[in-house]
């Protein structure tokens, strides 16, 4: 269906000229409860959309909307897992992979919970046996490092979980990630690493990506010239993937492959064998709280009323700045640095997802779909591209995220962290009338004349919208919740939208087209391209010749 014509589109496009237009500090003045009635709360994080550009009569038409395009019955599916990612006839299940409840769910008519729990115990046990030492190297040696070779969700989730759970590391472990074809990502990452004490973790669902693949036969090379035998292999090479031929064609044997399934969407797969990295570092216990973590916000996104619903409302406030305020972006902006990585995980899930023109019945979309995300940690983003935010000409929702408890309490560090977590949302709210910028001129010594001409650059217009989510301290169980919230989120989005969330075949045409330009980087063939691309593989041969 096209939502753009049930009832509350049209009421969302009326209150977007009216409600839309009104200014935040306007709407506090009018409201003393908004903070009350615009905050939520669920699976131990706490939402304030108060400062978001909402009011009642927006938040009853979002609602409205939901109901009218059914979301709950798109989520009702989700969970049952009928193939809702339409264009590729596939479930969508990676809820399963935080549960165990038998009979919950059907992955392709059947009960997925025993393959799933099968994979996790080995996991399990493969993981303990590295951790107490009692599976080693080849030499020998204890496999106290690992090196996980995958890209996109076969990276960035791993990444970003064991970075942002840095406290809960098991003393002597150590984790890299390796992504980048760029020769230097891998050779640099070795540079650190011992071969009798590494461990590869080949983390890729098709287990044909190029990258991967590419960096995979590199490692196994550097790993063999240490004097290794292929038999060695075996040893410190484990695959993480759905592609059981595959593996065994680079000669990683059945038992050292942890599988999943195709209803694990690439960039929806941390919580599958391609979190055997974070286990690896964190240790199964931690991993499992991840998962439990997830699970209570999944709960919570099944069950709770819709008014109440953290994921439902967060996805639909999003939807209402990006499609009906016209804002195009999103920042991301974690008041914690160990979330330095989410920006990155994010960037992939939302615009993988839900960076789609076409609806699902195939029509152009015709109304703007996924926003464009981007962030950095708090306080850093401040020194950077914030000016922006607080006084450019694009309004940014600003999405603040910050533990009230630090896993480093170091003197007066987080209170500084959270003054400015709590600043920033009240900055861009509030604002500065060019009236106040010049009264706080002339307070501070300026003549009328130096008020006058400053005052205008000094204003803020404020009213610009921000959501914070803040929880008591990051932890497995919170992170876990935090991921899935977006995760939802995204979802929410895309089942408005009538957007497929759970395809990215935007990704194809690029790594189609790089396959006879590297034959012609090769000089094996010769290529017939646009004068722009022949010019510049012209000016790349020659720069590489010269
Ligand atoms: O290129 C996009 C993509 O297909 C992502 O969706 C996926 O996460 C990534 O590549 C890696 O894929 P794989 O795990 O199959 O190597």
């Known amino acids: 269906m096209n939502p753009a014509e049930t009832k509350s589109w049209g009421v969302l496009s009326q209150l977007a000229e009216t409600d839309g237009k009104r200014h935040l500090r306007e709407l506090f003045a009018e409201e003393p409860g908004r903070f009350e009635r615009f905050s939520f709360e ?36 989700m969970f049952a897992g009928e193939p809702i990612n339409e264009t590729e006839g596939r479930s969508v299940l990676h809820m399963a992979l935080r549960d165990n409840r038998d009979g919950k769910y059907k992955a392709d008519g059947a009960d997925p919970m025993g393959d799933i729990e099968d994979v996790r115990q080995r996991m399990k046990a493969f993981c303990d046996a590295v951790l107490s030492g009692d599976r080693r190297g080849a030499t020998g040696k204890p496999l106290t490092t690992v090196v996980n070779i995958g890209i996109g969700g ?19 472990r150590d984790v890299h990630f390796v992504s980048n074809v760029d020769g230097t990502h891998l050779v640099e990452t070795l540079r650190r690493c011992d071969p009798e004490t590494t461990l590869f973790t080949i983390a890729s669902k098709t287990f044909t990506t190029q990258e991967t693949m590419t960096n995979a036969h590199s490692a196994r090379e550097w790993f063999l010239a240490s004097g290794r035998s292929e038999a060695d292999v075996a040893s410190h090479f484990v695959a993480l993937s759905t592609n059981h031929e595959a593996t065994a064609a680079f000669g990683i044997e059945e038992e050292n492959v942890f599988g999943f399934w195709d209803w694990v969407g690439g960039r929806y797969s941390l919580w599958s064998a391609i979190g055997l990295p974070i286990a690896l570092t964190v240790g199964w216990e931690a991993f499992e709280d991840l998962l439990s973590g997830a699970h209570a916000m999944d709960r919570h996104f099944e069950e709770a009323p819709a008014d109440k619903n953290l994921p439902l409302l967060f996805g639909l406030i999003g939807l209402w700045h990006r499609t009906f305020l016209d804002m195009p972006a999103v920042a991301v902006l974690p008041y ?52 922006l935010i607080h006084q450019g000409t694009t309004v940014i929702p600003c999405e603040l995220i910050a533990p009230a408890v630090s896993h480093n309490p170091l003197g007066d ?96 045409l690029g790594k189609v087209l790089a396959k006879p330009i590297l034959a012609e980087l090769k000089n094996e063939a010769d290529g017939d391209h646009d004068a722009s691309t022949a010019g510049l593989i012209a000016r790349v041969r020659s720069l590489r010749s010269g």
């Open 336 to 387: 914690d640095q160990s979330l330095h990585r989410l920006p990155a995980y994010l960037q992939q899930a939302d615009m993988e997802s839900n960076g789609k023109s076409r609806r699902l019945d195939g029509l152009p979309a015709g109304y703007e779909t996924g926003p464009i995300v981007f962030g950095e940690p708090g306080t850093n983003g401040q020194h950077a591209f914030y000016q």
């Open 154 to 172: 076969s990276d960035l989730g791993p990444v970003m979980v064991t970075e942002a759970l840095k406290p809960y590391w098991i003393e002597g």
């Open 413 to 508: 560090h987080h209170e500084k962290l959270l003054a400015n977590f709590l600043a920033q949302p009240e900055a861009l709210m509030v604002g500065v009338t060019e009236d106040e910028a010049f009264t706080q001129l002339k307070e501070q010594g300026a003549s009328d004349e130096e008020a006058k001409r400053l005052a205008p650059h000094k204003a803020f217009p404020g009213g610009r919208p921000s959501l914070s989510v803040l929880m008591q301290k990051l932890t497995p169980e919170t992170l876990g919740a935090l991921i899935a919230l977006y995760e939802h989120k995204i979802f929410v989005q895309g089942a408005v939208w009538g957007v497929n969330s759970y395809d990215q075949f935007g990704v194809e």
């Open 42 to 77: 669920a699976a131990g994080l706490f939402l304030d959309a108060s400062k978001a550009q909402v009011t009642g009569p927006v938040m009853d038409a979002l609602l409205g909307l939901a109901e009218e395009v059914g979301v709950e019955k798109r989520r009702r599916r």
